[in-house]
């Protein structure tokens, strides 16, 4: 089994910075595409960021030019930097990692359990 701890959410005015974190652990071989998404209340789930093994990134239009995903393939870690915070960031924030097991060889994509950020003055 895979697990998926984010840290890192909390309360932060517009403008102000935050910075997630991704901790995969369990029974890994591989970790390939990670990434973030997150939702907000009444809204559908909005995918926010990716990258893959390699170190490719994509952004949402939303937050192109504002987060920045990266991510440590020795310690099973992805983060996302967001600076210049606005109201609109505020949501749940989950990671996803697509990843494959000892006992299962394909990759299976796995999801944490969400960490709250509120962009509020």
């Given at each position: 089994?895979v697990?998926?701890?984010?840290?890192?959410?909390?309360?932060?005015?517009?403008?102000?910075?935050?910075?997630l974190?991704?901790?995969?652990?369990?029974?890994?071989?591989?970790?390939?595409?990670?990434?973030?998404?997150?939702?907000?209340?009444?809204?559908?789930?909005?995918?926010?960021?990716?990258?893959?093994?390699?170190?490719?990134?994509?952004y949402?239009?939303?937050?192109?030019?504002?987060?920045?995903?990266?991510?440590?393939?020795?310690?099973?870690?992805?983060?996302?930097?967001?600076?210049?915070?606005?109201?609109?960031?505020?949501?749940?924030?989950?990671?996803?990692?697509?990843?494959?097991?000892?006992?299962?060889?394909?990759?299976?994509?796995?999801?944490?359990?969400?960490?709250?950020?509120?962009?509020?003055?």
């Amino acid at each position: 089994q895979v697990q998926l701890v984010e840290s890192g959410g909390g309360l932060v005015q517009p403008g102000g910075s935050l910075r997630l974190s991704c901790a995969a652990s369990g029974s890994i071989i591989s970790i390939y595409a990670m990434g973030w998404s997150r939702q907000a209340p009444g809204k559908q789930r909005e995918w926010v960021a990716g990258i893959t093994s390699g170190g490719n990134t994509n952004y949402a239009d939303s937050v192109k030019g504002r987060f920045t995903i990266s991510r440590d393939n020795g310690k099973n870690t992805m983060y996302l930097q967001m600076n210049s915070l606005k109201p609109e960031d505020t949501a749940v924030y989950s990671c996803y990692a697509d990843v494959s097991t000892i006992s299962i060889s394909r990759p299976d994509r796995y999801w944490g359990q969400g960490t709250q950020v509120a962009v509020s003055s």
